[in-house]
Every structure is written in C-alpha cells, then in structure tokens.
T-cell receptor, first 111, second 113 residues
Framework: DTGVSQDPRHKITKRGQNVTFRCDPISEHNRLYWYRQTLGQGPEFLTYFQNEAQLEKSRLLSDRFSAERPKGSFSTLEIQRTEQGDSAMYLC?????????FGQGTRLTVV | GESVGLHLPTLSVQEGDNSIINCAYSNSASDYFIWYKQESGKGPQFIIDIRSNMDKRQGQRVTVLLNKTVKHLSLQIAATQPGDSAVYFCAENIIQGAQKLVFGQGTRLTINP
C-alpha cells in the first residue's frame, strides 16, 4: 500500500452518464497527477496539480473531463457524458519531489 | 491499434536466475527515470529511480543502468522470485519541466519454477 487512496476501485456506468472519481494523496505530497491506462499500454498523463493549482493538462483531457483539487489535498476527476472509449483504469499519483507513487486505480467500464 | 498494445514484449526466466529488462526512452532532454512494477489489477509500484548525472544505481536485488548516449535504460533483477512476475514499465521525466512521466511500452516478466 503506497498511501495513495482512490475511490471507487471499480465503476460501471451507462454511456452518457457522468462519473466522478476521488484521489487522496500521501498527506505531505504537494504534487498530484492523474493518468489513464488502457489494456496492454503504459499509463498516459492526463493532468498535474501543484497544491491546488492545475499546472498541466494533456490534450487527452477533452472538454468532458475536469479535475479539481480545491484545498490542495484530495482531488476529483469528473467525466461527463461518458463514452465507451472512456473505459480504462484511471490512476492517481502523488509526489513530494520526483518520486511519484501511484494508487490502485479506478477501473471504469462504460456500457 | 488496440491489438498491438496487447502484445507486450515478454521475458521468461527461471526462478533464481537474473533478469534484465530493457527500455529505450524517447526524449534526449529527459533527466529523471523511474522503473515501475505493475501486477494485474493494481497500480504501478515504484521500484527504483535514477537521475541523468548517474549511469548506475543499485537497490535491494535491483540495479538500474542508464546509457544516455543511446537513450537506453535497463533494470536488472537478481535471483528472481515468483513474486517478481509482473509488467515492468520505465518512465522518463524532465525535472524542471512539465512534471509528467512518459511511460514506455512495458515488458511482461514471467518466472518459471
């Protein structure tokens, strides 16, 4: 257990529904990242927070995706109007400096 | 396409042997590298890291080698155990850059008894 907690672990949703995932980073870590991973691929970067500021966003993060970290602690990732192509593992990671530690991920299945 | 991604490079070794997993990274400006281990259904687990001012770093049963000339990274696992079976990813980053790890394709390591 790395100390990064994600909830829920699994989510099945119907196409068109909105979903929200939560990440609780390691408490002293000021950096938080979201990644997406599909079967057989390495994780792909989505977005990065330093404290509450969202400093970097990937072009993978379409208008349907939004991430927040309101108090610089936990973060949420929301996907609106889900599509089947959104099915993937959504991973959160946190770091104090360079070493990024990942949570167990939220597996999203859009049916 | 999707089917290409499913065919991860694989490495099978006998229990007790040493394993060497290789990775070619893409960005010559990258100055920080991490190896992760990922078991089925779990998030990537940090194994070892190395900065570009080093060419070798050792941990417990693991060694990472960095060759910046050819942009190559390797992970050596000594005396492999059944619990080492997993997919191994290398990741690169630029310390003063955008803070996004770029992951390689991954290698599936299987330990034969």
């Amino acid at each position: 257990d790395t100390g990064v907690s994600q909830d829920p672990r699994h989510k099945i949703t119907k196409r068109g529904q909105n979903v929200t995932f939560r990440c609780d980073p390691i408490s002293e870590h000021n950096r938080l990242y979201w990644y997406r991973q599909t079967l057989g691929q390495g994780p792909e970067f989505l977005t990065y927070f330093q404290n509450e500021a969202q400093l970097e966003k990937s072009r993978l993060l379409s208008d349907r995706f939004s991430a927040e970290r309101p108090k610089g602690s936990f973060s949420t990732l929301e996907i609106q109007r889900t599509e089947q192509g959104d099915s993937a593992m959504y991973l959160c990671a946190s770091s104090a400096q360079y070493e990024a530690f990942f949570g167990q991920g939220t597996r999203l299945t859009v049916v | 396409g999707e089917s290409v991604g499913l065919h991860l490079p694989t490495l099978s070794v006998q229990e007790g042997d040493n394993s060497i997993i290789n990775c070619a990274y893409s960005n010559s400006a990258s100055d920080y590298f991490i190896w992760y281990k990922q078991e089925s259904g779990k998030g990537p687990q940090f194994i070892i890291d190395i900065r570009s001012n080093m060419d070798k770093r050792q941990g417990q049963r693991v060694t990472v080698l960095l060759n910046k000339t050819v942009k190559h990274l390797s992970l050596q696992i000594a005396a492999t155990q059944p619990g080492d079976s997993a997919v191994y990813f290398c990741a690169e980053n630029i310390i003063q850059g955008a803070q996004k790890l770029v992951f390689g394709q991954g290698t599936r390591l299987t330990i034969n008894p």
